[in-house]
């Protein structure tokens, strides 16, 4: 990596966990919100098996994805404008400032339809995820009320009171997981949108090189990228045998999105 990747890679990961830190408390209220219907309709359960069956209906992500659209539309136009400018600033130009009267609109188009045909499908993985938690803890306090003797009504009880404090939990890490990789998704594709917005305007053609943080933490195929070169914008990783356009791409699964930290930059070809 050369001397100005690092301080591009540095300065990309100031940015990001600037938004990472601002939407982790958000991304963490609306996971614990999501079993309120159930908490809220507890008068209609009569069994364990009563709520379990009402998990998939009940706990819907809705909050979730309210978090995560306003984190597409607003900090990945932000990410777009950026995605612009520091094109720009890697030609050495600056009056080719993105008007914003001209680009929010269709910049703000975009990610929404990123946002539901793409991106979405990991919440949708996610809430499945959730599903599965809330069933799980509704089930291991059924069983020890059983080992306990505990009757019915108070094996009801004793729920209503645990998966609250059970699922909160769960729910710290996470929101910090889902903050990451939901940050990271919305600004690199951002910014990719605007740096193609302005290689479109002005007739540039574009690389771009994946960028690696190597520490000792990365994975072991994200690591193998460290050694690739810059390719053509228009054309794919090979990370780890995933076709993959940039870090935290929905193409590469949760194996390569979740916690990833690398980073993207792209050049002009002169």
Known sequence: MTKDEKLYAASWRRAVGKVEAAYRRPFREALEKEIDPLLKGWGMFNTPEDVIAAVPVMVRGDGVRRVQAKLYTEEGVEFAFK???DLE????????????SQWTYPWTQM????FTTEA??????????SRSEVIA???SIAANSVKEGLSIYQTMQLLEQRIPVEWRKTT??????IARTEVLTATSYGADMGA????EQEGLDLQKKWLVRLDGRERPWHGDMARAGYIDV????DVGGAAMQRPGDPAGGARNRCNCRCTLIRRVVE
């Open 234 to 237: 228009d054309k794919a990783f």
């Open 111 to 114: 990610m929404e339809e990123y």
């Open 83 to 85: 995605g612009w400018t």
């Open 89 to 100: 600033r890697m030609r050495r130009k600056a009056d080719l400032e993105p008007s914003r």
């Open 120 to 129: 979405a499908l990991f919440i949708s993985s996610m809430m499945e995820t």
């Open 172 to 177: 710290r890490w996470r929101s910090e997981l």
């Open 137 to 139: 803890i509704v089930q």
């Open 196 to 199: 193609r917005s302005l290689a």
